[in-house]
């Protein structure tokens, strides 16, 4: 069975910085895509970033520059290295594959931009 579990956020002021990691199981990990989405209060669930199993890349515009993707095949682990945090960010952020025809998520894990 896929398991995604996740770490890391919590509430940070206005330019900091924080990282999220996911660890999967019950998949040949270094196969995968994995995905970060996130939900802000009140809208729909957005993409936000990918890392696809060659390791390549890719997130929505308005993190660019200022999020990174990573993952460690050795450890199952999937990164979002989120630096200079603006209050748009806050929202629950969901770690995502797709595998065996399904999608699997995540708990979510809640990030909270605020002076």
């Known amino acids: 069975q896929v398991h995604l579990v996740q770490s890391g956020g919590g509430l940070v002021q206005p330019g900091g910085s924080l990282r999220l990691s996911c660890a999967a199981s019950?998949?040949?990990?270094?196969?995968?895509?994995m995905n970060w989405y996130r939900q802000a209060p009140g809208k729909a669930r957005e993409w936000v970033a990918s890392i696809t199993d060659s390791g390549s890349t890719n997130n929505v515009d308005s993190v660019k520059e200022r999020f990174t993707i990573s993952r460690d095949n050795v450890r199952s682990r999937v990164y979002l290295q989120m630096n200079s945090l603006e209050p748009e960010d806050t929202a629950v952020y969901y770690c995502?594959?797709?595998?065996?025809?399904?999608?699997?998520w995540g708990q979510g894990t809640q990030v909270t931009v605020s002076s």
């Open positions: 019950g998949i040949n990990f270094k196969l995968y895509t």
């Open positions: 995502n594959t797709r595998a065996y025809g399904r999608e699997f």
